[in-house]
């Protein structure tokens, strides 16, 4: 069964990692709030050890940026940062796409299919984290099926970063077509059924070009918001 993965022993650091990532991910830290080592201490019940390792790899990641003898803050996003993340996600993803498009095979499809039908679902259901985690399943599939450390490495900071993002799109346009994504994804899998890489290019590009938009148009609000 494709939906299943091994279970893996998960040190403190990274749940530390994952409880702050997601916190900044879905809003409850916003950009630009300061993160402190005591406030994190008290909240999770660990010491500081674990606290400090996880604040380097989220500002590997780009979700924090430490200020010299200021602290530590969620990233607020400039629209150039917005253009470079999403022209980085185009190259990444047509590099998987040359990598991958002769290669999956028709049960690769169907499972591709199936996140399309559940993504569907889910946003019928008003179920918005679900949707979101069927998105990034969906891309993240596609992306390991490669079997390219790097590729895969790379793909995993600029996502935590991608994923801040969209939320900061869903605060901007809270009327977002969320069905978007759904015929995104439906003609990339198209494209690739019919082995057609360029298609899939073409596919990658159109949607990168347009999310890109969208998060422009979220991260000027904000700035906008800010210095009003």
Not at 56 to 77: A, D, K, M, Q, S
Not at 114 to 123: E, G, K, N, S, V
Request: charged share 25%; proline share 3%; hydrophobic share 45%.
């Amino acid at each position: 069964m494709k939906n299943l993965s091994p279970v893996r022993a998960i040190s403190l650091r990274e749940q530390v990692v994952e409880q702050i990532r997601i916190a900044i991910i879905e809003g409850q830290l916003k950009p630009g709030d300061r993160i402190t080592e005591k406030a994190l201490t008290d909240q999770l019940n660990v010491s500081r050890t674990p606290i400090r390792e996880a604040l380097i790899l989220l500002e590997r990641e780009g979700l924090i940026v430490t200020v010299p003898y200021h602290g530590n803050f969620v990233r607020n996003f400039t629209v150039d940062d917005v253009s470079a993340i999403f022209s980085m996600r185009t190259t990444l993803e047509n590099f998987a796409a040359q990598l991958n498009y002769a290669k999956f095979a028709d049960d690769d499809h169907a499972y591709l299919q199936d996140l399309i039908d559940t993504q569907r679902a889910y946003i019928s259901k008003g179920d918005f984290k679900q949707v979101r985690s069927t998105d990034v399943a969906f891309h993240r599939y596609i992306i390991n099926f490669a079997n390219h450390p790097l590729l895969i490495k790379n793909w995993a900071e600029i996502g935590a970063q991608i994923a801040a993002l969209l939320y900061l799109r869903a605060e901007a346009i809270p009327d977002y077509d969320e069905f978007l994504a759904v015929k995104d994804h439906q003609s990339i899998v198209d494209a690739y059924k019919k082995r057609d890489v360029e298609a899939v290019f073409s596919a990658n590009k159109r949607i990168n070009e347009r999310v890109a938009g969208e998060c422009l148009y979220a991260v000027k609000t904000l700035l906008e918001d800010e210095t009003s």
